[in-house]
T-cell receptor, first 113, second 110 residues
């Protein structure tokens, strides 16, 4: 158990819809990272928050947004969903802004029908 | 920006044999991390290398950081079925964010 909690585990929705994925980091970790992993693909970095502020941005679409709340949990919002958005979305957390190891949650599997 | 190449993309190994996977960066790195993702699982941190030429061992796994700090390797000896999974390197250059390589998917033939 990594200590990172992601909900929901599975999400099935239709094109054009909007969903919110939630992540609770390990206790004491200040950074939260979001990654997208399509079937049998690598990890595509989306965005990082550190102590409530956006720290780094990757290949995140304009239809996607995220935030980190004062209690350090984070949400990833995906809107105007397309079939190609079907993927496993991982959240990871680390104690600092980027040099320390990342601890991954079990992921949310998003299926767009 | 920083480019990361991990080779090979796929590695089919006979149980009991050794293999090596390589990670190459276009820029000099401050450190590099390695992760393993089992099929159906999430990436799990294995190790971090910081010093030039550093070598670290974890049982049958040997991790090495290049002298120029632009590449790294993971060598597994006497491969077992428990080694199945995808191994990701995650190099970090100073001032940059951590970047995950494309991974080496390891399949073990019993």
């Amino acid at each position: 158990d990594s200590g990172v909690t992601q909900t929901p585990k599975h999400l099935i929705t239709a094109t054009g819809q909007r969903v919110t994925l939630r992540c609770s980091p390990r206790s004491g970790d200040l950074s939260v990272y979001w990654y997208q992993q399509s079937l049998d693909q690598g990890l595509q970095f989306l965005i990082q928050y550190y102590n409530g502020e956006e720290r780094a941005k990757g290949n995140i679409l304009e239809r996607f947004s995220a935030q980190q709340f004062p209690d350090l949990h984070s949400e990833l919002n995906l809107s105007s969903l397309e079939l190609g958005d079907s993927a496993l979305y991982f959240c990871a957390s680390s104690v600092d802004g980027g040099n320390q190891p990342q601890h991954f949650g079990d992921g949310t599997r998003l299926s767009i029908l | 920006g920083q480019q990361v190449m991990q080779i090979p993309q796929y590695q089919h190994v006979q149980e009991g044999e050794d293999f090596t996977t390589y990670c190459n960066s276009s820029t000099t790195l401050s450190n590099i991390q390695w992760y393993k993702q089992r099929p159906g699982g999430h990436p799990v941190f294995l190790i971090q290398l910081v010093k030039s030429g550093e070598v670290k061992k974890q049982k049958r796994l040997t991790f090495q950081f290049g002298e120029a700090k632009k590449n790294s390797s993971l060598h597994i000896t006497a491969t077992q079925t428990t080694d199945v999974g995808t191994y990701f390197c995650a190099p970090k250059a100073a001032g940059n964010k951590l970047t995950f390589g494309g991974g080496t998917r390891v399949l073990v033939k019993p």
